[in-house]
């Protein structure tokens, strides 16, 4: 692997590396390594200084803001609370003045009680304990080594941490998955402990041990988990449940959340009892030495350890999966499994999990389980645009404080004491949020005409006052001879002046324009006058070749036009919406700009509705722009509220255009059936269907692109009976 370096962010240490249980299901006992029997019982005071001293260098050297370590054993609670009060201590004192310390404690619980709880209380120490549901669960395995239950001293020690006192301290539950246990009676008996936090773990297993499957069953350990999540979710979800909460995440675009599933990469380093460091400890179920990387803390920094093979192939995302993986509709979310269970012997770890059929079902089985909400109507796409341009603006005016004097004050108070439904309609414009974000940048940076950019409010303001007829008056300023009012249109200054301060009065839906020594007033701000030039509009789109902020297509935009020459233009993109007809152009557009040239049209890069018209496009090129305009304004609004897709990019689709990226896939086929709704052209129509076979099987949909393409795959079975207007 290449690239950076991970650092590790979370640290096993192990205070002690024996155990006061004989858990036959044990990694750490029970399986292939047996290194355990060569380190010294306890950790010693060199290793903790040294350990404290190496972690310190790696939290700073990374600039990390907070480091978690995981007291370990073994049974670390054989450690004794002296020499955990020794290991909190020195940790706290190196780690304190570099970086935020988590520190975490995982135990059996069975000799858990008020002395290590007050140490923990201390130190902010947070428990997890491991726990396999009821008495006849835990006590299948979970047994002292001369047969006796070690249930009763667990929940014992469950209870100290449900007191008031120590209840913060509490993480949650560890239960290792049985096949023998009933499920929904392991997830009540959990449940009923009130945990913070339940994590259910597949019991560590490889192709040379492969997990008992009962019966032949395919996927055992899906409907097992699967039952789980049925009485999890009946409950309300009231108890998080790690396990399903990321699958949950992935299938919705966001992070795994657990190292067991998804393609994050591990950033996790265990340091034994006597220094040495090694890889995650359930590599021990693979083979002996498999955790081993031959460092330690007394002679290597953590970084020699992150550079080691080993860890890098945990860190390489889906080039660390084999080729059946990565190729696997739910490899996000899976990740390829747990790293110890791919190992085969003669293979190494370049397989699929030994669990793969189990987790291929229980992630299907949750995504069917929790369908995707219905895909958001336009009034609620165009709500939700408006919702975030207003968060912007209150984010501009914190970020401003008390910058911008005077002037900025009167502005917002102006503002603030519309919030009509003007308002809403000036700050629902796509170049809003181009000149919000545009502004919040410069501001950012520093620049000099931050707070001027700011000022561009008041023009806003002046529009949502003509519109709900409001009366005030503020400064506003203009520019190269203009006073451009969004929305509304503009007013050219006569005058030396290039740039200055109107004074703008609006009553009654009309205004009055001073500046440069003379008064300007627009009595219908709809029709055109003398100075005044109102934006087009055409279709019910507004034709925008005016605001100073709709240079954000990425092309060459085409210079303002005059007024003879937009009257033209209107035309011809009137008679284009008049041919189509309102079912086919989407009212997801709002605005159209022109753009140099005759190449195709661009949606904005910011906003809501706003598409990019080439002026040289004319005829049946300018009905197929604005059609294809329309379904990409659509996406696009779509892609601002929702997540329809992650790691775009990763992969390479085939389809009729060649090899694309999710995203390039998804709006091609989007625009290409609504040009075959629009063409009726048959011929296109295969080529689009292998195109929606390739994104149902693209891993990086989310349950919502997933949605978006059902509805998509439906449209296109509609086309051939689609009333085309040809």
């Not at 190292?259 to 591990?266: K, T, V």
């Not at 509009?537 to 990425?554: N, Q, V």
């Not at 329309?630 to 992650?646: I, K, S």
Request: charged fraction near 20%; hydrophobic fraction near 40%.
């Amino acid at each position: 692997m290449t690239g950076p370096l991970v650092p590790f962010r979370e640290i096993v240490l192990k205070v002690h590396s024996r155990c006061d249980l004989a858990c036959d299901h044990c990694y750490v006992y029970e399986a292939a390594d047996q290194t355990w029997r060569d380190q010294p019982r306890a950790i010693s005071d060199q290793v903790i200084s040294r350990t404290a001293r190496r972690l310190a260098e790696h939290a700073g050297k990374h600039r990390l803001p907070s480091v978690t370590v995981i007291l370990h054993g073994g049974e670390p609670l054989l450690a004794g609370p002296a020499r955990l009060r020794r290991v909190c201590e020195e940790l706290t004192a190196a780690l304190a003045p570099v970086t935020d310390l988590d520190l975490r404690v995982h135990t059996n619980g069975v000799l858990l009680g008020p002395r290590y709880l007050d140490l923990f209380e201390e130190f902010g120490v947070r428990v997890g304990i491991s726990l396999d549901g009821d008495r006849a669960a835990n006590d299948r395995h979970r047994r002292f080594a001369d047969g006796r239950s070690s249930h009763p001293q667990v929940l014992a020690a469950v209870a100290l941490l449900q007191q008031p006192r120590y209840r913060p301290l509490f993480l949650g539950l560890l239960c290792t998955v049985d096949l023998a246990n009933d499920p929904v009676a392991v997830h009540d008996a959990l449940t009923a402990l009130d945990p913070p936090r339940i994590d259910y773990l597949l019991p560590h297993a490889t192709w040379q041990t492969p997990p008992p499957r009962p019966g032949g069953a395919a996927t055992p350990y899906a409907d097992w988990l699967l039952a789980v999540f049925d009485r999890w979710d009946a409950q309300g979800r009231t108890v998080p449940v790690r396990l399903f909460e990321s699958v949950l995440s992935t299938l919705g675009g966001g992070p795994s959340l657990t190292e067991s599933l998804g393609l994050a990469p591990a950033d996790i380093v265990v340091v034994e009892t006597d220094g040495s460091l090694e890889q995650v400890d359930s590599l021990k179920s693979a083979y002996e030495g498999a955790a081993g990387t031959g460092f330690s803390v007394f002679r290597d920094d953590f970084d020699a350890v992150a550079a080691h093979p080993g860890v890098r192939a945990r860190q390489s995302g889906l080039d660390g999966v084999g080729d059946q993986c990565r190729g696997c509709p739910v490899v996000r979310s899976c990740g390829g499994g747990h790293y110890t269970h791919r190992y085969r012997a003669g293979h190494g770890f370049a397989n699929p999990s030994v669990y793969c059929p189990d987790l291929l079902a229980l992630i299907h089985g949750i995504e069917a389980r929790t369908p995707a909400p219905d895909l958001p109507d336009l009034a609620q796409l165009s709500s939700s645009a408006r919702d975030l341009n207003r968060l912007l603006l209150v984010r501009l005016h914190t970020a401003l404080g008390g910058r911008a004097g005077p002037r900025w004050a009167r502005i917002w108070e102006l503002t603030t004491a519309l919030d009509g439904a003007g308002l809403d309609t000036a700050l629902s414009g796509p170049y809003a949020r181009t000149w919000l974000l545009d502004t919040l940048e410069a501001l950012e940076a520093g620049r000099p005409d931050a707070v001027a950019r700011a000022a561009r409010l008041a023009a806003y303001t002046v529009t949502a006052a003509v519109r709900d007829g409001a009366e005030l008056t503020l400064p506003v300023p203009w520019s190269d001879g203009r006073l451009q009012l969004p929305a509304l249109g503009e007013l050219r200054l006569p005058g030396p002046r290039a740039a200055g301060v109107a004074e703008v009065a609006v009553a009654e839906g009309a205004f009055t324009v001073r500046a440069a020594g003379a008064e300007h007033r627009v009595a219908h701000p709809a029709l055109p006058g003398p100075t005044w030039r109102p934006l087009g509009r055409a279709g019910g789109l507004a034709l925008d070749d005016l605001d100073p902020y709709r240079d954000c297509f990425g092309v060459p935009l085409a210079p303002a036009l005059g007024a003879h020459e937009a009257a033209r233009w209107g035309s011809r993109v009137a008679a284009a919406l008049a041919r189509l007809g309102p079912a086919l152009v989407p009212g997801a557009l709002t605005t159209v700009t022109p753009l140099a040239g005759d190449g195709p049209a661009v949606v904005g890069r910011h906003g809501f509705g706003a598409l990019g018209l080439p002026l040289g496009l004319v005829g049946d090129a300018l009905e197929a722009a604005l059609v294809r305009g329309g379904r990409a304004a659509r996406l696009r609004a779509l892609l601002d509220v929702e997540d329809l897709y992650a790691m775009d990019g990763a992969w390479q689709h085939p389809s009729p255009w060649g090899p694309l990226p999710v995203s390039r896939l998804l709006s091609e086929t989007c625009e290409g059936i609504a040009l075959a709704s629009f063409d009726r052209d048959p011929g296109a129509l295969p080529g689009l269907g292998r195109a929606l076979d390739a994104l149902e099987r693209a891993p990086e949909l989310t349950v919502t692109g997933r949605r978006l393409v059902q509805s998509l795959r439906q449209e296109w079975e509609e086309v051939p009976r689609a009333g085309a207007h040809r």
